[in-house]
């Protein structure tokens, strides 16, 4: 896939609006302040409550090569059947999907800079999930490594999708969406976004 980097905004020119990840979007891009992203101590959750489901913080470990789930929300916990809060990366999620996850989580952490990511999964049985993800670095100052990712998904099952409908939120889906039931993972954009 051809490496993009685009304002936010024109995401929502191309009709990829979602009020979540542009919620997210827009309370860490305010966190920031003049330096290059925000630090944990920047992030207060009384400030976001109804996006907590929605969140999660991810610790950047050995610089940048390992991952474990800090937190992950409740919404995510509900589609995925699983609370991975406390795990590494390599131990809650399982080949393709994790050295998928991984790829994405290092890029970050290396390049300190946000990255929008949609992805439709197919799981066993003829089952498909579309994803937008909004993962956003964290850093004690502008001179340290990124130490956390701040990150956000979105679900939107196929079967309940309009035809041409990627837009529609995850509702009376058969759930869970395990790991271990992906069969294919089709990217369909992927963004740096500043």
């Not at 946000?114 to 197919?122: K, R």
Request: proline share 5%; with cysteine; charged share 25%.
């Amino acid at each position: 896939m051809a490496e993009q980097r685009v304002e936010f905004i024109s995401l929502q020119h191309n009709g990829l609006q979602d009020s979540v990840i542009s919620d997210v979007w827009r309370y860490w891009r305010g966190s920031c302040g003049d330096r290059i992203c925000p630090s944990r101590a920047d992030i207060d959750p009384i400030d976001i409550p109804k996006l907590l489901p929605h969140i999660g913080l991810i610790d950047v470990l050995d610089g940048g090569q390992r991952f474990r789930y800090r937190l992950i929300g409740t919404h995510m916990n509900d589609v995925f059947g699983a609370n991975f809060t406390g795990q590494y990366l390599d131990e809650a999620k399982e080949g393709t999907y994790a050295a998928f996850l991984h790829e994405m989580y290092a890029a970050v952490a290396g390049r300190k800079e946000a990255l929008f990511s949609e992805s439709v999964f197919g799981y066993r049985p003829d089952r498909f999930l579309n994803i937008r993800r909004l993962i956003l670095p964290l850093a004690v100052d502008d001179d340290s490594p990124v130490n956390m990712l701040l990150f956000s998904n979105t679900f939107q099952s196929q079967a309940s999708l309009a035809p041409g409908d990627v837009r529609q939120t995850l509702k009376g889906v058969d759930r869970p969406y395990r790991s271990d039931d992906i069969v294919e993972i089709q990217d369909v954009d992927r963004y740096w976004l500043r």
